[in-house]
């Protein structure tokens, strides 16, 4: 079965420093990978997602995202992290089941921005 | 870009009682709906699929007859809370599948049942 782990539960980060969120998926076919966002008490928004292609994927608000096969990876980015990308992140996975597809998430990584 | 509305944003009801949580694509068409579960600082559980025109798939562990999903047109998913209890208490999130194949989500409902 499809699984997606984001392995740091928190992650603190100075604000203008770089950010890199881990996740690393099982998945037997080739996967569809998605990266979203997440502040309290609100739904979810889309930063970047990856079908085929170019393994390097940019999104909104300068994050971007490496698809490594090899590796079983698809690592979180950002040169430098702005106080308001404080939120929860999550990782996830398109798994088809009898025709739809269906997301699989990951347990999602808390990002505090210090001064 | 596509847009899921949800609504309401919050509710709270009293046990016993039951609650309709709607979904709405506002532009475009969705011919599949998911309905996920968050509880406080935990991921997304997905606690259906949901077709229209066809009756909605339910994950393992789900219960169909308390939680109960129509998808009775292109634009709309109503997710029915049934005889609601405190541990029903919960972030109920939906999304649809959007033009570019992805998934677009809605802004969440908080139910609390007191």
């Known amino acids: 079965a499809q699984s997606v782990t984001q392995p740091d539960i928190h992650i603190t980060v100075s604000e203008g420093a770089s950010l890199e969120l881990r996740c690393n998926y099982s998945?037997?076919?080739?996967?569809?990978l998605f990266w979203y966002v997440q502040s309290p008490g609100q739904g979810l928004q889309l930063l970047l997602k990856?079908?085929?292609?170019?393994?390097l994927v940019q999104g909104i608000k300068g994050f971007e995202a490496e698809f490594k096969r090899s590796q079983s990876s698809f690592n979180l980015r950002k040169p430098s992290v702005h106080w308001s990308d404080a939120a929860e992140y999550f990782c996830?996975?398109?798994?088809?089941?009898?025709?739809?597809?269906?997301?699989?998430f990951g347990t999602g990584t808390r990002l505090l921005v210090s001064p | 870009g596509a847009v899921v509305s949800q609504h309401p944003s919050w509710v709270i009801c009293k046990s016993g009682t039951s609650v309709k949580i709607e979904c709405r694509s506002l532009?475009?068409?969705?011919?599949?709906m998911f309905w996920y579960r968050q509880f406080p600082k935990q991921s997304l559980m997905l606690m259906a699929t949901?077709?229209?025109?066809?009756?909605?798939?339910?994950e393992q562990g789900v219960e169909k007859d308390k939680f109960l999903i129509n998808h009775a047109s292109l634009t709309l998913s109503t997710l029915t809370v049934t005889s609601a209890h405190p541990e029903d208490s919960s972030f109920y999130i939906c999304?649809?599948?959007?033009?570019?194949?992805?998934?677009?989500f809605g802004s969440g409902t908080r139910l609390t049942v007191v």
């Open positions: 999304s649809a599948r959007d033009p570019t194949a992805g998934y677009t």
């Open positions: 996830a996975v398109g798994a088809f089941r009898t025709g739809f597809q269906k997301l699989v």
């Open positions: 949901s077709n229209e025109g066809s009756k909605a798939t339910y």
């Open positions: 998945y037997g076919a080739t996967p569809y």
């Open positions: 532009d475009f068409q969705a011919t599949t």
């Open positions: 990856y079908f085929s292609g170019d393994t």
